[in-house]
């Protein structure tokens, strides 16, 4: 049976590819020597800070992977970021939410306790996650509707979106289906744990980091109400 995944990947690189702003942020802000990405899915944001800088991008999905490196020479290495030993590096970036799939403060302890082991002395870890939509969090359901359009191999691509939310869980179901024509080709579901920039702070320094800089989005503006990401840098 083929792993959906194998098509996801396909489909991911198509609706993301042109989106630069994230890799953009890092390399205004981001500092030098060997860079860390975890949850690198299928490469984009390695492809958008290899030139300058060694990087290395972890994921657990090897057909994600599989696709990252095919578009790039950079080191992919199949793992859980919960539980990885890849080398020692001067910056780490957790990009696009992949810290939001970390659903426990089990998980979460265990990813930020490895970060703080591979990083090197005046090392720097980011963690870039959604913000809270504090104004849909009572509305427990959002129906199935558009979330992207597009072209695979010269055949009409797109990806719809159902949301379940739990508000007491802090948590996210994205129930993402990928079409080509009228075909569906697979289904995703995508469990998120949302946090709130002070919780991200605690939990860091719970952790042995401090956190040194706060921003709501990848124009490095103030976290405020409606900001739409919560991008923190942490330091040892």
């Known amino acids: 049976m083929t792993d959906p995944y194998a098509e996801i990947a396909r489909f991911y690189d198509a609706e993301w590819d042109g989106v630069e702003t994230d890799t953009a942020f890092y390399g205004r802000h981001g500092g030098a020597g060997p860079l860390l990405i975890l949850g690198c899915g299928s490469g984009r944001v390695v492809r958008g800070l290899e030139g300058v800088r060694p990087v290395v991008g972890l994921d657990r999905s090897e057909p994600m992977l599989v696709a990252a490196r095919g578009r790039s020479s950079s080191t ?3 793992g859980d970021m919960c539980a990885f030993d890849v080398g020692r590096f001067a910056e780490i970036v957790i990009p696009n939410a992949s810290f939001s ?4 403060r089990a998980e979460q302890a265990a990813c930020l306790a490895c970060c703080r082991r591979a990083l090197l002395p005046d090392g720097s870890l980011w963690i870039d996650v959604p913000m809270p939509d504090f104004a ?6 959002t ?3 558009p979330a ?6 010269g055949v009409p691509a797109r990806r719809t979106r159902e949301v379940f939310r739990w508000a007491e869980a802090q948590r996210l179901d994205l ?10 080709i697979t289904t995703s579901t995508l469990a998120l744990r949302l946090a709130y920039p002070a919780e991200l702070e605690w939990m860091l320094e719970a952790c042995g980091f401090y956190v040194d800089a ?8 103030p976290i405020r109400a409606g900001s739409p990401r919560i991008i923190v840098r942490a330091r040892l």
């Open 76 to 78: 992919y290495v199949q």
């Open 101 to 104: 799939f970390l659903l426990t």
């Open 136 to 141: 849909r969090q009572a509305e427990s359901h």
């Open 143 to 145: 129906a199935e509707k």
């Open 148 to 153: 992207w359009q597009g072209v695979i191999d």
């Open 175 to 184: 129930i993402d289906r990928y079409w080509r024509e009228d075909a569906l």
């Open 214 to 221: 706060m921003f709501g989005d990848h124009g490095a503006g």
